[in-house]
């Protein structure tokens, strides 16, 4: 799953979740290698800031992200449904 559909389903910003895969960038790639894509802006766009940088995680890398997040609602549904699923 690439970061910016897991941000959807948390319901947070890309920002904050790119933000924690690189500050615990060491520990993400413990669990595989990080596999990272640049998302272009479209042709219609006026310029500004132009490159996201999008990062797919395997299930273990985004497990290890689930337990770094707070506890929001979101956050704790996807925590029980990853628990539920390892049963």
């Known amino acids: 799953m690439n970061s910016i559909k897991l941000a959807e389903k948390l319901n947070m910003s890309h920002f904050s979740i790119y933000r924690i895969i690189c500050l615990h960038r060491n520990y993400f790639e413990e669990l595989g290698p990080i596999k990272e894509?640049?998302?272009?802006?479209?042709?219609?766009?006026?310029?500004?800031r132009p490159i996201i940088f999008?990062?797919?995680?395997?299930?273990?890398?985004?497990?290890?992200?689930?337990?770094?997040?707070?506890n929001?609602?979101?956050?704790?549904?996807?925590?029980?449904?990853?628990?539920k699923s390892m049963l």
């Open 37 to 48: 894509k640049k998302l272009l802006p479209g042709k219609n766009t006026k310029g500004g």
């Open 54 to 70: 999008i990062k797919h995680l395997n299930q273990l890398q985004i497990n290890f992200l689930i337990s770094l997040l707070k």
């Open 72 to 83: 929001t609602p979101e956050t704790v549904k996807l925590k029980f449904k990853t628990i």
